[in-house]
């Protein structure tokens, strides 16, 4: 069971108010009490003008050349029992499309949307967010404004907070420091790799932990980060969802209309062209992938009355960083009522991949709670978006930061299948973790300090 609870004031800080009304989709109160209003912007706008929407506590999201920046919240979805929760992923869309919607761009182009990130454990509360001002730039540079409020139409100059020559604020100085240790990483790779031969998995993924700190007690700003992340990863899917910010490179799934995309990634190697044949050829590198386009066109069939799935990999090349990765397309079919399956349902079929977790997954799952010995939190989980539609688009949240204040919790992690090197692993993860460390001006790995040395 989950609720949604609309923002009385809708002010920028969101204040939290009590469910109030009837229950409807069992979100435990209907969003019809909300209005939206979509309203063209002057095209082609700056990046900057987004970033500055999202930079007081908004969310941030930019793939493949669309952005879409909010501030202020109109209405929170929870869902106390996660995304696991049968049928709670098409209450949500129907919630939405309760939402009474003006759209003066005379195109349907923009619908209310809910934006946030679903944790990795798939069985943890997971919160959405309605924006109160969506700002949004489609692929052929057309802007628009989409307000969503009790009565939208009374909002003052909402345009007025898109700032082109907004400016990201100043990160402090930080020191990153191991929180796994290299010795226990490696003995966690062994303890996968004796599972593997004893038959228990195939694959599983073992996260390795840092956490950052500013070293003059000054918080860390997400706005700045993204920033740094956007000019640093341009090709990577960006986001900004309160704390959690991220460059990740990998689609869990994305849907328009009746049209299906995933793009799993798994097989990593030091960016360098001279490397990308040899991360083709590697058997051990081409199994991770397997693993993943076998569970994800799995997952996907059910819902599909077409899948197109690549023969052979794709070299994926990030500054940095290389992968092997493809690209899984699909044709939805209706299901009984005659209703497409949303992105939010689709993520529920998917999530975890293998690209995080492992195979078999319960197994798997097992192993990582046990040897990583706590809550990935909103690391691994997926961040995006759903429209009224049943549209929208969703990343694998790696390649990410969750910020506390003054210091911030990185993850990365590396797929363990048989033929692992407990120390090549270990490298690997260290230069995941690069894309952030980059971000956040802090030493890169090879120079961590062992919890131990650590005063």
């Known amino acids: 069971m989950s609720r949604a609870v609309p923002d009385a ?20 109160i209907d969003l019809s009490l909300l209005k939206s209003l979509t309203l063209p912007l002057a095209s082609p706008l700056a990046p900057s003008a987004f970033l500055s929407l999202a930079s007081s506590g908004g969310c941030y999201f930019e793939s493949a050349g669309k952005i879409m ?13 996660g995304i696991a929760e049968p049928g709670i992923s098409q209450s949500v ?7 009474s919607s003006k759209d003066t761009l005379a195109r349907g182009a923009s619908l209310p949307i809910a934006i946030g990130v679903v944790p990795f454990d798939r069985d943890e509360p997971t919160e959405l967010v309605v924006p109160e001002v969506l700002a949004v730039r489609d692929l052929d540079g057309l802007c628009w404004l989409t307000i969503v409020g009790r009565d939208p139409a009374s909002h003052k100059d909402p345009g007025a907070q898109l700032l082109t020559g907004w400016q990201p604020p100043s990160i402090p100085e930080l020191v990153a420091e191991a929180v796994t240790t290299s010795a226990g990483y490696k003995a966690g790779v062994r303890s996968i790799l004796s599972g593997i031969k004893a038959g228990r998995y195939r694959k599983v993924v073992l996260a390795y932990e840092t956490c950052v700190r500013s070293l003059t007690d000054c918080p860390i700003p997400p706005s700045g980060v993204l920033a740094r992340l956007r000019m640093l990863q341009p090709q ?12 990740s490179p990998e ?22 062209s001279g490397l990308d044949d040899a991360l083709a050829a590697s058997p051990k590198e081409t199994e991770e992938l397997d693993v993943v386009l076998e569970a994800v066109v799995q997952a996907l069939l059910p819902y599909c009355r077409e899948l197109s799935v690549p023969t052979c990999p794709q070299i994926v090349t990030l500054p940095g960083i290389t992968h092997l990765g493809a690209d899984v397309r699909g044709e939805l079919c209706e299901k009984a009522d005659g209703s497409l399956p949303s992105s939010l349902e689709l993520v529920a079929a998917l999530h975890p991949t293998p690209a995080v977790g492992g195979d078999p997954l319960s197994e798997s799952l097992r192993a990582i709670s046990s040897l990583e010995g706590r809550s990935r939190g909103r690391y691994a989980g997926a961040a995006g978006w759903v429209d009224a539609r049943g549209d929208g688009e969703w990343a694998v949240a790696i390649r990410s930061a969750e910020i506390f204040g003054s210091s911030a919790r990185l993850l990365a992690g590396a797929g363990i299948v048989a033929g692992s090197d407990p120390a090549s692993e270990l490298e690997e993860v260290r230069l995941k973790l690069s894309t952030m460390l980059q971000a956040l001006g802090c030493r890169l790995p090879g120079s961590f300090e062992e919890p131990s040395e650590v005063a």
């Not at 809708?10 to 009837?22: D, I, V």
């Not at 869309?93 to 939402?99: F, G, P």
């Not at 990577?236 to 460059?247: E, N, Q």
């Open 93 to 99: 869309v129907s919630s939405l499309a309760r939402i």
């Open 251 to 272: 689609l869990l799934v994305s849907r328009s209309g009746s049209k299906v995309l995933s793009s799993p990634r798994a097989g990593t190697t030091r960016g360098s």
């Open 69 to 81: 920046a909010s501030r202020g919240i109109a209405a929170r979805i929870e869902l106390p029992n």
């Open 236 to 247: 990577a899917i960006l986001f900004k969802i309160d704390s959690m910010v991220g460059a």
């Open 9 to 28: 004031t809708a002010s920028p800080r969101g204040a939290r108010t009590g469910p109030g009304g009837h229950g409807h989709d069992g979100l435990g």
